[in-house]
């Protein structure tokens, strides 16, 4: 009997400490899931981040981005060329856009019209806010240019590609950079989805060979091919498209952008000096939402 009631009696005092050991285990399992969680969760945060940091940014051409073409020393057309989108000049006078046979509204004094532009045409010489406006866009086009010419390549493979000679290659999202002039006798293609961003910057000059075209080109998998308002051609010196030759993309350029007899740009033309054209199309790309 003195034993049965001493079995008893250990029997309550150790049957807790066992409930207390078996909570401390739950709680410990518990704070190892948790904790293991967190380190997930931390990790998709940091993968989240590294993928973000390794996809190219656009530049943000600001108001500039208002125009098919803008540059500061003039836009020379030989008729009839079709510029769908704005054109400016500035700080030069509006007498510098020429070939156009440009009426002025006689209503605001604020912008000109032409056939040949499906927008309106604006220069400093005009009524306010025109004079301001163009002030803040001109900035803005130097910005971009800034931005772009001061940007890293994605990896060294696209550093220098084919020297320049660019003719046949397919490029796909990513920054490329040459130290010299680029040129392409034949056509190129521009391989990606609609939210890739590409960015060529060059310190020398762009040849565009005559009938050479620019193909934008669907990524496996992909809906819809790049589109022009994503491909940015930072110019250090002048751009030349050849005759019925091709091109997409915005040109930010140091330099004159000339295109050629029937020569076209899916883009917009932003020029530190002037822009001409031989009865060329130039469609400014649609602004994004």
Known sequence: EVEVEVRRRTEKVTHPLARTRSLHASVSQASMLAMHTRKMTYGAMILALVSSAAATPPVLLGTAGNFAILTKTGISTV????????????????????????????????????????????????AQPTPMKLTTAVGDLMLAYTDAAGRNVSSSANLNVKGGSITGETFTTGVYEWGSSVVFNTGISIKGNSTDIFLFKMSGSLTVAENTMVTLVAADGSDAPPLAKNIVWQVGGSVSVGASAHLEGVLLVAKEAAFGTASSLNGRILSQTAATLDQAIIVAPQLSP
């Open 79 to 126: 008729p009839s060329s079709s510029i769908h989108g704005n054109i400016g000049v500035s700080p030069i006078a509006a007498t510098a856009m020429t070939g156009f046979s440009l009426i002025k509204d006689t209503a605001t004094g604020q912008f000109s019209m032409s056939t040949q532009v499906t927008g309106q045409a604006f220069g400093p010489t005009y």
